[in-house]
Structures are given as C-alpha cells and as structure tokens.
C-alpha cells in the first residue's frame, strides 16, 4: 500500500498498517526527493551570491541562531515528520468530512472537466483563498499570533519560508481542502501545486531582492515579498499574494518597492529565537490577549456607577 492510499478510516481502523505505510513512504521519499534538496541548495547558492555581491552581512545571516531556527524548521518538515503525524491525517479527514456531509458543494460541471483545466482553475482559486487567508491572519488580532512567527526572521534565507507554526500550516491546508471539494478531486492535488510552487517560495524568501521585470505585474517576485515582510511603515500590511500578485492590484494591497534599503521582522513585537519556544507563541499570545480584554472588562465595571441600595 502506498501513503496516497490510506483514507482517514484506514487510519482509524488500522493504524498499525497506516504506520507501517507512513514509515515505509518516509524512507521512499528521502531517497526520490533529492530534487527538493536541489531546489533548496540552489535557492540558497543563489540567495548566498547575491549577499556575496552585496557584501551583506554573512554572520548574521548564516552563522547566527536565526539561520539555525530556520534550519530546524526545515529539517522537521524535510523529513516529512509534522506531514506524516498531522497535515496528512487532517488532510485525509477534513477532504472526507466534506465530501462525505457537503456534496452540495460540488460542481459537477468542474469536477467533470480535463485534468489540465482542473489544476488551472485550482490553481487560481486556490491561491486567491490563499490571498484572503494571508490577508486575514495579518487582519485579525488571533490569527495573527499564528502568524507573527514567520515574520520574526530578520535576516531572510530560503529556509525562512519554513519559519511556519504547524497550525499556520493546517488551516491553510483547510483552506486548500475548499477548493479541492468543489472540484470534487484529491487531496492530493493542492498538495501537488504547493509542490510546483516550492521553488518560487523558496526564492521569494530567499533575499534575492528580484523584481523579475514585466512578469512581476503577475508573479509574486522576491522584491514583491520582501516589501511584505519589510517593517517601513508603508509597507505594513501589504503585498500578500501567494503565487499570484494580481490580487493585490486588484484589491488595493499592493505596494511597489521605492528603492530605500529594506529591514525585515516584527514592529513592536519580539518571539523568542528558539524552535521550541516558538512552538508556544501562538498561545502566549491569545493568553495574553485573554487576560487583556479580561483586565478591560473588570476594570470598566469596576468604574461603572454603582446603583444604591434600597
């Protein structure tokens, strides 16, 4: 049996076997995989060259414990052990859950189309949810605790872009799911197109600082990118295209980059530089919000008039 086999009942019923299954696919995929690793050294020769030319500054952005944080980071996700324990199980559940108790929402007239038309219209509408979900986790005060960990790196790599709380990564997933039901396809299709777009992410965290001419008006390019992680206040809160930066023009989210030297990272905000610490960010934050609007809500009806006693 292959990994693409199980199905979330298989999982439950049997979970020795989707183990054993997991396992056996784990060990496949570390010896196929050897594109992903090319992609990523060459993401990153490419990243190193730049700051070569530059003369950026090398400690800071490969010798520090930011580089490490990152390449933990990817180590974890390399080896498939978060995919393998959680996104796949979730990714299996939720694509039955829906297709199982909401087939209204599928279009017959999309499922039946032609597999290259499919991925062209996933592609599309995925990334414009992506567009949304990015929009909002930037938007909203609890999404954002999510989110702030990946805007903590201050000195870019290619191995930023795995810089990602694993809840970050399972709403996206729920997020990619919606589009794949429509459609009335596998799971496994949008995790074939992050597969495609996975050396664009790499290099668009990369640092790079490309703008790659008239194709930028469509294609989310690495200057494009780094304006959304830039801390200038002009900058806040904009450019959050996925794959796609025809989104941003459309809705009014775009902004250019005007030449001036970027800083990347958090505006009034720290995490700690640590893998495991940044595992907890997430809920140290909507605790302290909690206890915010706790402290609020007391101290204005510790204000309020009192009513006399009769």
């Not at 729920?174 to 992050?194: E, K």
């Not at 809705?251 to 530089?273: I, Q, S």
Request: aromatic share 12%; hydrophobic share 50%.
């Amino acid at each position: 049996m292959k990994a693409s086999d199980l199905t979330f009942d298989i999982v439950l019923g049997e979970p020795l076997l989707a183990l054993q299954t997991l396992f056996d696919s784990l060990v496949r995929n570390l010896g196929a995989e050897s594109w992903l690793w090319l992609q990523i050294g060459l993401a990153l020769g490419l990243g190193l060259l730049v700051d070569l030319t530059e003369r950026r500054d090398m400690v800071k952005r490969y010798l520090s414990r930011n580089f490490r944080v990152d390449a933990t980071y990817a180590l974890v996700d390399l080896l498939h052990i978060a995919h393998f324990t959680i996104i796949m199980p979730a990714g299996l559940f939720l694509t039955t859950l829906m297709q199982t108790h909401l087939p209204g929402l599928r279009i017959a007239a999309l499922a039946n189309l032609p597999a290259w038309a499919q991925l062209l219209i996933l592609f599309t509408f995925t990334d414009f949810c992506v567009y949304w979900y990015h929009r909002a986790q930037h938007m909203n005060i609890v999404l954002w605790q999510f989110h702030k960990t990946h805007h903590s790196q201050e000195h870019m790599t290619a191995l930023t872009v795995f810089r990602m709380p694993i809840f970050d990564r399972l709403v996206t997933l729920a997020v990619l799911t919606v589009p794949a039901t429509v459609m009335d396809v596998s799971y496994a299709y949008p995790i074939g197109i992050v597969t495609v777009i996975y050396f664009h992410q790499l290099m668009v965290h990369s640092g790079v600082g490309w703008s790659l001419g008239p194709l930028g008006w469509l294609i989310v390019s690495p200057q494009f990118h780094e304006v959304h992680h830039s801390t200038a206040p002009a900058h806040i809160d904009k450019n959050f295209g996925g794959a796609l930066a025809i989104w941003d023009r459309i809705f009014g989210t775009y902004v250019a980059h005007d030449g001036t030297p970027l800083t990347w990272g958090l505006v009034g905000e720290r995490v700690p530089e640590s893998f495991l610490g940044q595992i907890f960010v997430p809920f140290v934050g909507i605790h302290g919000l909690v206890r915010r609007r706790w402290r609020k809500a007391r101290a204005r009806a510790q204000a309020a008039p009192q009513e006399p006693a009769e």
